[in-house]
């Protein structure tokens, strides 16, 4: 819905990042292995990806579409090997890592999330300049968003990630001893991360800002609700955001209202 808003170029570029992104996310959430594909063998799958796509960056070429699109897009936005190891680093901590300790979890949240955000950002500043203050700005807030969403993710899937494949990402955090007190830390976390994000929109570009502000407005939204519901209901249903709210979230961002602060938004729900 967020990227409907992007103009033509820089929303090509931003399905181009989230191609590679979902072909990774899927060699190791399960689909390599449903194939029949042995433990190496997937491994050695997502470390093939990691080869061509750096060599497609490198080149300009790949006869995989999904890698080829994003090395023209990389090399068009300046994206490089500095965001892309990150990412199939944290991949491929997916295929052997089942629980975190606070400093691994930081690195895996960096690696799948923070960094896309950045790539994205990326392609968002193509031929706007900005100051070196500005650019600190929104790549703060570009790497506290990816987290909010990631960690939100990870709360709201908390029973299927260690159910179906077997992972507890948040440190310390276990489906079965899940309590309220553990779920409002948790999204006290997030909120600061929601918090830090919305304060950078301002530093973005007219048309990039509307589509973040979509997307941070629908996170906020869904982490008011995941406070609003009871901890162990969290490892029983889903928890999404209705379309008519979603509806009115994409009216504000398109016509330029602020999203709200995730406290204040809570206030009033």
Do not use: W
Not at 39 to 62: K, P, Q
Not at 86 to 112: C, I
Not at 156 to 173: C, H, K, Q, V, W
Request: proline share 6%; glycine share 6%; charged share 25%.
């Amino acid at each position: 819905m967020a990227s409907r808003i992007l103009d033509r170029p820089t929303r090509s570029a931003i399905e181009a990042v989230y191609a590679l992104v979902r072909v990774a996310d899927e060699i190791v959430d399960g689909a390599a292995a449903g194939a029949g594909l042995a433990a190496a063998d997937v491994e050695n799958l997502l470390d093939g990806l990691e080869r061509e796509t750096e060599n497609a960056m490198g080149t300009g070429y790949s006869a995989n579409l999904v890698v080829h699109a994003f090395a023209i897009t990389a090399r068009a936005t300046g994206i490089g090997v500095d965001l892309t190891r990150p990412f199939f680093a944290s991949m491929r901590a997916d295929l052997t890592q089942r629980e975190h300790t606070p400093e691994s979890f930081a690195l895996y949240v960096y690696g799948s999330a923070e960094v896309v955000g950045l790539m994205c950002l990326r392609a968002f500043l193509v031929d706007r300049p900005v100051t070196a203050a500005e650019d600190a700005v929104l790549v703060d807030g570009a790497r506290h968003l990816g987290a909010a969403f990631q960690k939100i993710n990870f709360l709201r899937d908390l029973a299927e990630d260690f159910s179906t494949l077997g992972r507890s990402y948040f440190p310390g955090i276990r489906p079965g001893s899940f309590s309220e007190a553990d779920k409002i830390r948790l999204l006290d976390d997030i909120d600061e991360d929601l918090r830090i994000s919305a304060a950078a929109l301002p530093g973005l570009p007219p048309t990039p800002r509307r589509a973040v502000a979509l997307a941070q407005g629908l996170f906020t939204e869904l982490a008011a609700r995941l406070r609003r519901t009871p901890a162990e209901d969290l490892l029983r249903a889903r928890i999404r955001v209705p379309n008519p709210v979603k509806v009115r979230i994409f009216a504000r961002a398109f016509t330029g209202r602020a999203v709200p602060e995730p406290a204040a938004q809570e206030r009033t729900a």
